[in-house]
């Protein structure tokens, strides 16, 4: 969702300082997804608690083992009860008004396909905070409808195969070190959005990246500065000073 311009309403819900949580039903979520889950959960606040809740001991949950170091989610084990009842749900409700309680965020994002979280994502709002949704196109309307923004997956997936094939007609021609930062910078950039000519705060840029890969360094490209870094990659990016210098703006070339 792009950045826009003039539009108070649309700047309270777009608040990458907001505090967030990210609970992911695994019974009812794709570990293939989970990159683009976290660009559009970083475009609302900071994924200050991740957890993915689910029976651990059954084969369906062996998706997201691999992913869970990799992006420093919080495994919560819950067995089922009994056959065909689904416990995770509960679980994950439960743990969701614990940290509605205890003041630790200011937004939530539910990402599950499942009607059980209606009632939750309607109580959160009714505490003034924000909850994003992320499930299939047949969520039922009742939690789409409950959620301050809902985002389908299918979506997701069509912009990943888009961003794919443009990605690498881009980068073709580049280092695998190259292909790598126009990656990244291309995450951020979706994560804080653009105005209506691409343009997008390197600041901001800069704090994105650190969140997609907490390792980011510019001196890992050769380069002590961020700024440096869009400079010498000049054939991949242009930079702007707007505000009499004082702010510093870039865009992916086409």
């Not at 539009?7 to 683009?36: C, F, M, T, Y």
């Not at 959960?41 to 059954?58: C, L, P």
Request: net charge neutral; charged share 25%.
């Amino acid at each position: 969702m792009p950045r826009i311009k003039n539009q108070p309403e649309q700047d309270k819900i777009l608040d990458i300082d907001r505090r967030v949580a990210i609970l992911i039903d695994g019974d009812n979520a794709q570990a293939s997804l989970i990159e683009q889950i976290l660009v559009e959960a970083g475009k609302f606040g900071n994924a200050t608690i991740r957890r993915v809740y689910g029976d651990w001991t059954t084969p369906n949950m062996n998706s997201w083992k691999d992913i869970l170091n990799i992006h420093a989610f919080q495994p919560i084990q819950q067995f089922r009860y009994s056959v065909g009842k689904n416990a995770t749900d509960s679980a994950m409700i439960i743990d969701a008004m614990d940290i509605l309680h205890s003041d630790q965020v200011e937004g939530f994002c539910l990402v599950s396909s499942d009607s059980d979280y209606t009632r939750l994502a309607t109580r959160i709002r009714e505490s003034g905070l924000l909850v994003v949704g992320i499930g299939k196109k047949n969520t039922p309307r009742a939690f789409v409808s409950a959620c301050n923004v809902f985002i389908y997956t299918e979506n997701l997936k069509r912009q990943s195969q888009s961003n794919g094939s443009s990605s690498r007609r881009k980068t073709n021609h580049l280092s695998e070190q190259e292909r790598e930062l126009v990656e990244l910078v291309s995450q951020a950039i979706d994560m804080v959005g653009t105005d209506d000519e691409g343009w997008t705060r390197l600041s901001e840029v800069g704090t994105a990246l650190r969140r997609i890969d907490p390792g980011f360094d510019p001196r890992s490209f050769g380069y002590r500065q961020l700024s440096q870094l869009v400079k010498g990659s000049s054939r991949d990016f242009d930079m702007r000073k707007v505000a009499n210098g004082a702010i510093i703006e870039l865009r992916l070339k086409d």
